[in-house]
């Protein structure tokens, strides 16, 4: 059982350039999210979805796009970097409302 | 808006103390609260998820509480090792998750 698995590990842009964070859950889980770790801030949710074809935003979603097109993926696209989007990102997976959240090891970004 | 604070940033023990970790929340409108542990370069690990009905949650050497009502939750460390230094994240639920910043723990020899 390979949880929430999240690629690349690490991943260095150039501003400007675009890219694709990947997350894939192999527990069925219906809810997925993407959060960001910033030094001193915690995590804070960028985008999440309540299942296949279903997304929503969360507190910091400016500069993301994501979709979900399957149960199992959850993409979360770059589409023109910035330095402030230097960080530690992280994708999350629970069955349902009121369960615990696994979290994937993360991706650290960093646009220079 | 939900704000979530975790005192101390930072805490420096000698091994086998007993240690308590705090977090508050500002809305007591939870789910659940979940208490996760940080390595270094790592991801997040779940320690102990206390759902809005309980008080307290167990596992090992591990003990959380939640007293909704003063929103507040401790995760208490019996016995410390070296190897419970991390970073300790507590989280709340209610729409979606909202995180502390976390305490830093250190255990030394």
């Known amino acids: 059982n390979a949880g929430v698995t999240q690629t690349p590990k690490f991943q260095v842009l150039k501003t400007g350039q675009s890219m694709t964070l990947q997350c894939a859950q192999d527990m069925n889980h219906e809810y997925m999210s993407w959060y960001r770790q910033d030094p001193g801030m915690g995590l804070r949710l960028i985008h999440y979805?309540?299942?296949?074809?279903?997304?929503d935003q969360g507190e910091v979603p400016n500069g993301y796009n994501v979709s979900r097109s399957t149960t199992e993926d959850f993409p979360l696209r770059l589409l023109s970097a910035a330095p402030s989007q230097t960080s530690v990102y992280f994708c999350?997976?629970?069955?349902?409302?009121?369960?615990?959240?696994?979290f994937g090891q993360g991706t650290r970004l960093t646009v220079v | 808006k939900q704000e979530v604070t975790q005192i101390p940033a930072a805490l420096s023990v000698p091994e086998g103390e007993n240690l308590v970790l705090n977090c508050s929340f500002t809305d007591s409108a939870i789910y659940n609260l979940q208490w996760f542990r940080q390595d270094p370069g790592k991801g997040l690990t779940s320690l102990l998820l206390i759902q809005s009905s309980q008080r307290e949650q167990t596992s090992g050497r591990l003990n959380a509480s939640l007293d909704k009502s003063s929103g507040r939750s401790t995760l208490y460390i019996a016995a410390s090792q070296p190897g419970d230094s991390a970073t300790y994240l507590c989280a709340v639920r209610r729409n979606d998750m909202r995180f502390g910043a976390g305490t830093r723990l250190t255990v030394k020899p």
């Open positions: 979805s309540v299942g296949a074809g279903i997304t």
């Open positions: 999350a997976s629970r069955p349902v409302q009121r369960t615990e959240a696994f």
